[in-house]
């Protein structure tokens, strides 16, 4: 456990806006900073961060929180692991207590691999540096590729020992179990159930997540072993904390540099990577032979729309440049293209120039993609079939293009080049666009179709099982809101107490006393604990009840907090509406009233069904005479509410 006092601790060194930075690009608006939201497919900023409150949220999806909550759901941690990652980046002592073997074993599968792969980093690093064999072969590749120390250490790079279950060996000493190493593709099981190291006698690349854990492992064979070999690489196999096509190499050494310059470098490899590190461009990452997906580009995304696809000039890097762009422009993102000269690719290139050299030709030799694939395409392209083809898959990859000014552009660019109208070219673009629509509604259409057979095949409701009162719970949210915005506000004054004697009292309060008077809670039982913490807090005299709650030791009240604290939408300062004490008095009182009613009309909706089907006169008579009561009741607050109602 961590006791409150470290948790206030690191709550107050954490600064929003450096922690979410580490992950998205945020641009300064008003008091506020911007972004894309990483919680969604977010297309325009929806995603606000306020220093002054210290929380996020995105507009568009609702998510907010604190900085805790923001590690929690971006790494997929549990609050102690997210309070441990802030600690550590703010450079907090966390002293906790040794866990138990049952607290071990009870850790769950993805910390495990986690643990497991930080473990395995640091070993092959230690192989790499201080073996006789790591130093003979790994290191010895390491310099023949010019990679300087600093550099080695910042890739954590690293060696695998040949003998086949070295790092099994080494694991199990250390007290890991088979089933992570085997989980985390470290280790693979042979039909006898023996293991053996997947990366054995190879070269080590660490994969690094945004966040900076440990989520995966490369390998490369050396010498003459690579000759003929299909598989020079060796990469670590899915797993729940690693997917490949999510991922890209060097994205966590990169991403503040990406933020800084808007604009990343896409290469292939992971040298192509390091070595321009070593040069001074920061601001690169690889997919490493994979088709680019989705998910890499989302991830991009959150940096910069600006990338440059920078490949070698033969036959091979013209085929990686033309991979994926099309998924590029669909997620709005503004490409060039940079082939360098016949016999370098990125690696060497970055060793033979400095940071300055290679960004000056990178400057005078990248291209506008459509420049490319329209050069590309029609170069020396005769016949009419050929370039026909050509154009239309030029004009296809306008189409996906979501904003419609840089389609129009591009349109008329490419009239201009290849001498054909522009509105020839529209009228192609849009039979694109329309069969692109029809394709999704088609898919839509099946989505919807398997939906309704899962829902037709699903075990049915079981009889009589309550359903969730959502008017209440929505009543109860929205008084909880109100404790949490103005617990602190002293908006009840000259209160008549029990003791006789007039008090003024704040909102807390006097929601709390006023439900007690009829011994009423709410039903929810986190909102009755906020509740009863706020008028706690005011009585011990913090009237900060927003703060509070919003550093709150407890994740489920501080992400409520977070969520509930805001409006939806910001408003300018002009068009806020100040709330005076008369005007939340109203509010209060207005919602008690409304919370009120509503338990009546639940109280009497139970009393019906009792009364209907009772074969006893004398309890008829009482049911009569209860529903009356709590009807006469309902009518009168209704007409205090001024509301009128249906008996």
């Known amino acids: ?48 961060v306020s220093p002054a409150r210290g929380i996020y949220k995105c507009f568009s999806c609702g998510k907010a929180g604190n900085a805790a909550n923001f590690i929690m759901e971006h790494e997929q941690m549990t609050y102690p692991e997210a309070l441990k990652w802030l600690a550590k980046k703010y450079h907090i002592e966390v002293k906790e207590r040794e866990l138990t073997d049952e607290e071990k074993q009870a850790e769950n599968e993805r910390e495990s691999i986690l643990i497991v792969n930080e473990w395995a980093a ?48 080494a694991a199990r000493k250390h007290g890991y179990k088979d089933d992570f190493l085997v989980k985390s593709g470290l280790a693979v099981r042979r039909d006898d159930g023996s293991l053996y190291d997947r990366f054995a006698g190879r070269v080590i690349f660490p994969w690094f997540g945004v966040g900076g854990k440990v989520t995966a492992f490369g390998g490369r064979l050396l010498d003459s072993r690579t000759k003929g070999v299909s598989q020079k690489y060796v990469n670590s196999p ?7 096509d999510h991922e890209l190499y060097g994205i966590y050494q990169a991403k503040k540099a990406i933020s800084k310059e808007d604009c990343v470098y896409m290469v292939e490899g992971y040298t192509d990577v390091i070595s321009m590190h070593q040069c ?11 088709a680019l997906s989705v998910f890499q580009i989302k991830l991009l995304r959150r940096f910069t729309q600006n990338v440059v696809l920078l490949y070698d000039g033969d036959e091979a890097g013209i085929h990686a440049a033309m991979r994926g762009t099309d998924m590029l422009l669909a997620e709005g993102m503004n490409i060039k293209v940079l082939l360098l000269p016949d016999g370098d690719d990125p690696d060497s290139f970055a060793r033979k120039h400095t940071a300055a050299d290679f960004r000056a030709y990178i400057a005078d030799h990248q291209t506008d993609f459509m420049e490319f694939k329209t ?45 054909i109208p522009e509105q020839t070219l529209i009228s192609e673009m849009n039979k694109f666009i329309r069969r692109d629509r029809e394709d999704k509604a088609r898919q839509d259409e099946r989505d919807a179709s398997r939906r309704e057979q899962q829902i037709s095949t699903a075990p049915p409701r079981v ?48 929601i709390y006393y006023d439900l007690e008077d009829d011994g009423v809670k709410l039903e929810n039982a986190l909102y009755q604990q906020i509740l009863e913490e706020a008028v706690a807090e005011v009585q011990a005299g913090n009237t900060d009840v927003r703060t509070f709650f919003m550093k709150h030791p407890d994740v489920k009240v501080n992400s409520l907090a977070a969520q509930l604290g805001e409006d939806t939408y910001v408003l300018t300062e002009s068009m806020q509406v100040r709330t005076n004490d008369e005007a939340l008095r109203s509010q209060v009182m207005h919602l008690l009233l409304e919370y009120r009613m509503n338990i009546l009309k639940r109280r009497i909706d139970s ?21 009356r009561q709590l009807q006469e009741m309902r009518q009168a607050m209704a007409k205090r509410a001024g509301k009128s109602i249906m008996v």
Do not use: W
Request: one cysteine or more.
């Open 463 to 510: 009889v009589g099982a309550p359903p969730a009162n959502q008017i209440t719970d929505q009543l109860e949210q929205l008084l909880v809101q109100m404790v949490i915005r103005h617990g602190g506000d002293t908006a009840f004054r000259d209160m008549e107490g029990d003791d006789g004697n007039r008090y003024d009292i704040s909102v807390a309060e006097y």
């Open 280 to 290: 001074g461009i920061e601001n690169v990452v690889a997919n490493s032979g994979t």
């Open 375 to 419: 050069r590309l395409l029609l170069k020396d392209v005769s016949d009419p079939i050929k370039r026909s083809e050509a154009i239309s898959s030029i004009v296809k990859s306008i189409s996906v293009i979501p904003d419609q000014i840089v389609r129009a552009t591009y349109i008329k660019d490419c009239s201009l080049r290849i001498a």
């Open 1 to 48: 456990m961590i006791d409150r006092a470290t948790i206030d601790r690191i709550m107050d060194a954490a600064n929003i806006v450096d922690v979410v930075s580490d992950f998205v690009s945020l641009r300064k608006s008003g008091a506020n900073y911007k972004g894309l939201c990483p919680f969604h497919d977010d297309r325009t900023p929806s995603f606000s």
């Open 122 to 169: 640091g070993y092959f690093n230690e192989v790499l540096r201080n073996d006789r064999d790591g130093q003979a072969v790994g290191m010895a590749y390491f310099r023949s590729r010019g990679f300087r120390d600093d550099i080695i250490s910042k890739f954590r790079l690293g060696f695998a020992l040949t003998k086949r279950d070295a790092l099994v060996s």
């Open 607 to 627: 009393l019906i069904p009792q009364l209907l089907h009772s074969s006893d006169d004398e309890e008829k008579n009482r049911l009569r005479e209860e529903l």
């Open 238 to 244: 899915d797993s729940v904390v690693y997917h490949k």
